[in-house]
């Protein structure tokens, strides 16, 4: 008797055991499938931010700009002082010119400073209020002086670098 109650005390172990670990397992398949569902949920929201708030790119800015001008782009990359191999470069679209090759290319469209900021924004810089460089860059924008031997003269005058 003792043998049998035994046996089914170790069944019954066994029983529990086993629907235990069926449960542990149901339990993580779930929480596996939780977990792809927040990934993918995370991922479309992602996309749907990108989607809704990615600007131009400078490539596609500046040649945008370049076309509305009615310009050709040899005019442009001449009075912004650049050749035609990095001009070359800039066609590429993942290609990233400095800040102030940027500059010298807003200078050559002839931008206002709203223009020139987006332009600026759309290769990731700036203009800041707190540099030297930058204000007289901000103060030629504003009372559109685009020639850039000018530009260049103000930017000596206060010993900054030139373009």
Do not use: W
């Not at 001008?69 to 993942?94: E, H, N, T």
């Not at 800041?128 to 009372?143: M, T």
């Amino acid at each position: 008797m003792l043998h049998e109650l035994i046996l089914n005390d170790i069944q019954d172990y066994i029983e529990n055991h086993l629907s235990m670990q069926k449960m542990y397992s149901t339990k993580e398949i779930d929480e596996h499938e939780i977990i792809l569902q927040s990934e993918q949920m995370f991922t479309m929201d992602m996309e749907d931010f990108i989607n809704k708030h990615r600007q131009p790119t400078l490539n596609q800015m500046l040649f945008r700009l370049i076309d509305k001008s009615g310009q050709s782009d040899v005019d442009i990359y001449k009075k912004a002082g650049i050749d035609r191999k990095l001009f070359s470069k800039i066609r590429k679209p993942d290609y990233q010119p400095g800040k102030n090759t940027t500059l010298a290319l807003a200078l050559a469209l002839q931008l206002g400073k709203e223009e020139t900021d987006d332009l600026l924004s759309s290769a990731g810089y700036s203009l800041s209020d707190s540099n030297i460089f930058d204000l007289v860059i901000q103060y030629c924008l504003e009372r559109r002086i685009h020639d850039m031997d000018a530009v260049n003269e103000a930017l000596f005058q206060f010993t900054q670098k030139t373009l």
